[in-house]
């Protein structure tokens, strides 16, 4: 499943590069999407850290981290996140519209991820998730 994940990541990525580049936005809408995944983003995020936070015991049937992070998607998410914010930052302090068009489009990219993963990790946190 990570490896259909991480190809659909890819495929996803590819596909919005080439809108980016078709139809680049103008700079004050690249900032306002931005503004707002990024703070879905950051919700998201510390929402999976609560819940991971509260219901994570050395001591529970869970499994290693490498598992729970294979299931949940999270290196998926945070490495897009970070593609996400490096285009966008390099595309709006180069003037590069393409590039901080790429950059929007990436974090609406990581916020899907990141929704995925945050479903997952609550399955896991439940009773049932972490007997299994």
């Known amino acids: 499943m990570q490896t259909w994940r991480q ?3 890819f495929v996803c990525a590819v596909a919005l590069g080439l809108v980016a580049l078709h139809h680049p936005q103008s700079h004050d809408d690249i900032v306002d999407a931005t503004q707002f995944s990024i703070a879905f983003f950051a919700t998201l ?3 999976e850290a ?3 936070a509260l219901t994570f015991s050395a001591a529970s049937s ?3 981290l490498r598992a729970i992070d294979s299931h949940i998607a999270f290196r998926e998410w945070v490495l897009i996140g970070w593609f996400a ?3 966008t930052a390099c595309g709006l302090l180069g003037d590069n519209a393409a590039s901080a ?3 929007a489009h990436l974090f609406l990219l990581a ?3 990141g929704v995925f ?3 997952q990790l609550f399955g896991l946190a439940s009773i049932d998730g972490r007997n299994h």
């Open 50 to 52: 609560v819940i991971f």
């Open 85 to 87: 914010a490096l285009f």
């Open 7 to 9: 190809l659909a990541l």
């Open 101 to 103: 068009t790429y950059g």
């Open 117 to 119: 993963s945050f479903i």
């Open 62 to 64: 869970w499994p290693s």
């Open 45 to 47: 995020l510390t929402g």
């Open 111 to 113: 916020n899907i991820f």
